[in-house]
């Protein structure tokens, strides 16, 4: 009969209680025991150790890892008795994760639980105050955060022309909580966002602060403010006082729309929104439009008359064979949205082929494409002066082969006055998520995963016996041996890296998450949506500036972060002619086969063959094979 967890526990403490009164006895008693008894005591004593108290030793611990990347390093470093549960899998993505029943019961009954904590896994929120819980990400290990070296203490600074006066400036619990409990701010008077930057760097760097809570009062000053937001409400706000006319430059710990819930952050006292007139990063808006029923709109100011709206094909297909407009006499997108949809989505729908005439009318357009030619030609009949909105499925640009998409008669581009475009590419994009002022991407940097490592194996030895040398011993043999391969893994990444030609080393991709990567292994690093602002949308003012930026560098590829590529990268890269490289790189955890080294090899392989080096894939496949040996 194997004895209970507790029972083990009860009988283990209770050997120990033995013990300590025999050596009680031998050192308190004035008269020496005699040699039997100590002789007697000690054989009873190592008869009780070696029957419950070597079960107890013995017995594997179990483990449960959140994310798959955790997991393989939790079983490259634990014991082989121990159980190591990854709670998801490979496919499951770990920012829209849900704990549901099953998975609930192993966090509560796993003896730890390890995961990269909140910034990466959200719902990791709920359970990281638990007793067994153990954040090793980002928040648990000291980094460098390779984005402040860029950025520096502000993360947006937004130049606002305002009149004397008074204004609202709020934060807004997302989700339940701020994004942070307290944020810096500066507010200088000034007409050039850039020429106040290192000003307000110092401000925000000095221990010189104006404390404010809710309802205080914000003016432009010498010092920074810090924010304080009050966890028992929803919305904190602060009363911004402007004392002349003028431009006026803030400068803010954190992007504002991480704490935007259903209004502007900024308003005056009729509860107008307030925008800048110049930001960086240039966010261009961040509302979430054609989350339904259109992908892209656009306003025009048009004047009566016809139009060619052309629709061509793209690497010899069209991106769709048919696609829905609606046509609405408005000057105001977010206004007509939802009549669009509404229409969008009805089955009721007017066919229109090559050659048709496209009206403004209550009902959808039906649009399909002629297979037999390269590009399929409608046009629009504009009936009288003004603004007109269009509504599509699909972004214009996917139809853009060598002609603007839309002309007037004497083939003039016509532009929109204001447009909302999504990349509508068909793909699940968790990237919809902040990670508030921490990069969670750590381990692209091999010496990150030796911190993340030494906080995993630091809590694996706490759950062994001080009297269990052997164990204590093989936990630090492991996590030698782990970090060797670490340290050989950077090592080779270096010497993979030191073949590209050093001006190639820019690092192009899609999302912010090689940041760390780039650091440590001297590379340039462009995100093309998150230096523009936290959103799954390339807006349009900063598409020209985007394709100026990748000329400009001088940059050899661009890394997609799936296979078949987003239509918006393939759409940058077809105008700017970089390059799409052939392979994704995996930036959100492991591949769907390997281990912890492979992403790394698979990841360096890409980079350093795109961009003009040579990759000695069989030295890293070395390493991989080395990691196996550890973790299975």
Known sequence: MVASKNENDYHFEMSVKF???????????????????????????????????????AKGKSYVAVEPLVCDL???????SDKVTCLVDRKQDVHDLKINPRQAQLLNSADKVFTLGKEMTPTMKNWEDKSNTVVVGVSAIEVENPSSEEGGAFEWAGLFELTAGNYKW????????????????????????????????????????????????????????VLNFDQKKDITEFNVEIKKDGKYAFFTEHMPFEFEADEHFFKDLAKNDIEPVAQEPDMGGHSEHG?????????????????????????????????KMVILKSG??????????????SDDSIYKADNDVLLASSKAISLNFDQGKESTVFNVEIKKSGKYTFFTEHMPFEFEADEHFFKDVSNNDVEPIAQVPDEGDGHHHHHHHGHGS?????????????????????????????????DRKSINERIDSTES??????????????????????????????????????????????????????????ISSTLNMLKEENVKAIFPEQIPASKLLKNLSRQSSVPLASNQIFVDGLMMKGNTISVAVHNTCTIVDSLGGSCDKESGSNLESDWYKLSD
């Open 332 to 345: 105001d997108i977010e206004e007509s949205e939802e009549l669009a949809k509404e229409l969008l989505e």
């Open 19 to 57: 013990f300590m009164s025999i050596f009680q006895k031998v050192l308190f008693n004035k008269k020496a025991p005699s040699k039997s008894i100590i002789k007697n005591s000690l054989i009873a004593g190592s008869l009780i150790f070696s029957g419950f108290g070597h079960d107890v030793l």
């Open 291 to 323: 989350a339904e029923g259109f992908e892209w709109a656009g306003t025009f100011d048009l004047k009566e008359g016809s139009y060619k709206w052309s629709f061509a094909k793209v690497d010899g297909e069209y991106a769709d064979p048919a696609m």
């Open 485 to 542: 391969l670490l340290s050989g893994l950077n090592e080779w990444i270096l010497d993979q890296v030191t073949t590209i030609p050093e001006q190639d080393r820019v690092l192009v991709s899609k999302h912010k998450a090689m940041d760390y990567y780039g650091a440590a292994f001297g590379f340039e690093t462009v995100s093309l949506l998150d230096f523009l602002g936290d959103s799954s949308s390339l807006r349009p003012e900063n």
């Open 438 to 470: 921490l990069d969670p991407h750590v381990w692209h940097d091999p010496a990150n995963i030796i911190k993340m490592s030494k906080v995993i194996s630091k809590n694996l030895k706490k759950d062994i016996s001080i009297f269990n040398r052997k």
């Open 170 to 225: 709020s934060f807004a619990k997302v989700d339940g909580e701020y994004a942070d409990p307290a944020m810096k701010m500066v507010i200088l008077e000034s007409d050039d966002i850039e020429l106040s930057e290192e000003l307000a760097e110092e401000l925000l760097g000095s221990d010189q602060n104006i404390e404010k809570s809710n309802n205080g009062i914000l003016s432009a000053s010498d010092k920074a403010f």
């Open 74 to 80: 939790v079983k490259s470093i634990a014991l082989p």
